[in-house]
């Protein structure tokens, strides 16, 4: 296989600079470098969502407004269970470190669990909206609030499901050189997932609320 | 010297328990500037413009030490990672301006 024959030309390399573990392949590091990519291509992306939002967020036509629908505590909520699984996310890629299985298992198992809770109270939030009288099309305001927080709602509900997958294959096959680059990578996703919520708390939530 | 591993895209240094610690304040740091937002805004503190600048720049914190701590971009190796980051930012910033002043 050849990220096999990539390991061996690695491995010497990454020992001798004492790299972490998901930089020891060359197959990993390319990952990693790609990946950065990728979140450049995001950060646009989700820019372009706020610029958006912040230019239609005073056209709520005849439908509720920020002042009506927001509740300062469940944001709270939702933001505090962000920032401690990007937390425990890092424990998780620490236990990858010292190759425990088990640690890196529970950790990663924890960090989605809290970002299950954020998924679950955020669809509860929409759903109290919508029965508020804030459906998709009521305002510019709705539209542009909804694309953009969903879409990053969006963004949790894959990175739940890629954390679980690379944690089903830490538990199967231990913390490899194969392995190490997916709890990596997936982790600088939930990072970046949770950078853009920092936005979007101080943007959208508390903003609105002035 | 070993010029082609390692430079921009590597996961750093193993951590050890002194990193673990940074980790843990920076956590502490960014939920103290969340309360505190949270706070100011529930109570009044400030006029609606000083206020938008104050949490404008409570975010900026909270992001930076988000990227710089916990993506580990304060260490070596990452000068891709913070090339590609700035890119996005600064594209981002002239998204958001641009659509904002545009008559």
Same mark, same amino acid.
């Given at each position: 296989?050849?990220?096999?024959?990539?390991?061996?030309?690695?491995?010497?390399?990454?020992?001798?600079?004492?790299?972490?573990?998901?930089?020891?392949?060359? #197959?990993? %590091?390319?990952?990693?470098?790609?990946?950065?990519?990728?979140?450049?291509? #995001?950060?646009?992306?989700?820019?372009?969502?706020?610029?958006?939002?912040?230019?239609?967020?005073?056209?709520?036509?005849?439908?509720?407004?920020?002042?009506?629908?927001?509740?300062?505590?469940?944001?709270? +909520?939702?933001?505090?269970?962000?920032?401690?699984?990007?937390?425990?996310?890092?424990?998780?890629?620490?236990?990858? #470190? %010292?190759?425990? /299985? !088990?640690?890196?298992?529970?950790?990663?198992?924890?960090?989605?669990? &809290?970002?299950?809770?954020?998924?679950?109270?955020?669809?509860? #939030?929409?759903?109290?909206?919508?029965?508020?009288?804030?459906?998709?099309?009521?305002?510019?305001?709705?539209?542009?609030?909804? *694309?953009? =927080?969903?879409?990053?709602?969006?963004?949790?509900?894959?990175?739940?499901?890629?954390?679980?997958?690379?944690?089903?294959?830490?538990? /199967?096959?231990?913390?490899?050189?194969?392995?190490?680059?997916?709890?990596?990578?997936?982790?600088?996703?939930?990072?970046?997932?949770?950078?853009?919520?920092?936005?979007?708390?101080?943007?959208?939530?508390? $903003?609105? &609320?002035? | 010297?070993?010029?082609?591993?390692?430079?921009?895209?590597?996961?750093?240094?193993?951590?050890?328990? %002194?990193?673990? %610690?940074?980790?843990?304040?920076?956590? =502490?740091?960014?939920? =103290?500037?969340?309360?505190?937002?949270?706070?100011?805004?529930? *109570?009044? $503190?400030?006029?609606?413009?000083? $206020? +938008? @600048?104050?949490?404008?720049?409570?975010?900026?914190?909270?992001?930076?030490?988000?990227?710089?701590?916990?993506?580990?971009?304060?260490? !070596?190796?990452?000068?891709?990672?913070?090339?590609?980051?700035?890119?996005? +930012?600064?594209?981002?910033?002239?998204?958001? @301006? =641009? +659509?904002?002043?545009?008559?």
């Amino acid at each position: 296989m050849a990220s096999e024959h990539q390991l061996t030309t690695g491995l010497n390399a990454g020992d001798r600079l004492r790299l972490g573990l998901a930089s020891r392949t060359l #197959e990993g %590091r390319n990952k990693i470098l790609a990946f950065w990519f990728f979140l450049g291509g #995001e950060s646009v992306l989700f820019a372009s969502l706020f610029a958006t939002f912040l230019v239609l967020r005073h056209q709520t036509a005849n439908g509720p407004t920020p002042h009506e629908l927001f509740g300062l505590g469940l944001v709270f +909520i939702l933001t505090f269970l962000l920032i401690t699984s990007s937390l425990t996310s890092i424990f998780a890629v620490n236990a990858m #470190e %010292r190759t425990d /299985r !088990k640690k890196t298992a529970a950790w990663l198992g924890v960090t989605i669990l &809290l970002g299950l809770g954020f998924l679950l109270l955020q669809i509860y #939030e929409f759903a109290h909206y919508a029965h508020e009288g804030l459906g998709f099309k009521t305002s510019a305001f709705a539209s542009s609030f909804y *694309t953009l =927080v969903g879409f990053h709602g969006f963004h949790v509900a894959f990175g739940l499901c890629w954390l679980t997958a690379v944690t089903v294959q830490v538990v /199967r096959n231990g913390v490899t050189t194969v392995n190490a680059p997916k709890v990596f990578i997936a982790t600088l996703y939930w990072h970046f997932v949770d950078v853009v919520w920092m936005f979007i708390f101080t943007v959208v939530y508390l $903003m609105s &609320l002035l | 010297m070993e010029t082609k591993v390692g430079h921009g895209s590597v996961q750093p240094e193993a951590e050890g328990h %002194r990193s673990m %610690r940074k980790h843990i304040i920076s956590y =502490v740091i960014m939920m =103290v500037i969340s309360i505190a937002a949270f706070l100011m805004v529930g *109570t009044n $503190m400030l006029s609606p413009g000083a $206020m +938008i @600048v104050t949490l404008l720049i409570m975010a900026a914190v909270l992001v930076f030490l988000q990227l710089a701590d916990f993506m580990h971009l304060d260490q !070596k190796g990452h000068l891709y990672p913070i090339i590609f980051i700035a890119n996005g +930012i600064f594209w981002g910033i002239i998204f958001i @301006v =641009v +659509i904002f002043i545009w008559p």
